[in-house]
């Protein structure tokens, strides 16, 4: 049973920073695509970002680009996220995923996550 626990959301203001981390436990995840996907109140749960199992490759939404930093470290199963910069339409609650697609494939489509974490929720304030 794999299970994913994020963890370092919060109450920030706008222009400030928070670090998100993410821990698997239960099986390695070092063969699984990971990311960040969030969703705010009446919108769809969207990807802000993912990376590829060796951690090589990055994806990011535009609404994240230059602003946020995904990254992994497998020997610890943790996923982290640092986001710089954040606006108050970054409030949300951030989800871990995890799926399997091959050494090279990042996740962004929340139909391909095999693993979901139960949530931190962020909230920007203006």
């Known amino acids: 049973q794999v299970q994913l626990v994020e963890s370092g959301g919060g109450l920030v203001q706008a222009g400030g920073s928070l670090r998100l981390s993410c821990v698997a436990s239960?099986?390695?995840?070092?063969?699984?695509?990971m990311g960040w996907f969030r969703q705010a109140p009446g919108k769809e749960r969207e990807s802000v970002a993912a990376i590829t199992p060796n951690g090589g490759t990055t994806s990011y939404a535009d609404s994240g680009k230059r602003r946020f930093t995904i990254s992994r470290h497998n020997a610890k199963n943790t996923m982290y996220l640092q986001m710089n910069s954040l606006k108050p339409e970054d409030s949300a609650v951030y989800y871990c995923?995890?799926?399997?697609?091959?050494?090279?494939?990042?996740?962004?489509?929340?139909?391909?996550?095999?693993?979901w974490g139960k949530g931190t929720l962020v909230t920007v304030s203006s």
């Open positions: 239960g099986r390695t995840l070092s063969t699984y695509s």
């Open positions: 995923a995890a799926g399997a697609g091959g050494l090279g494939w990042v996740i962004t489509s929340a139909s391909r996550v095999d693993y």
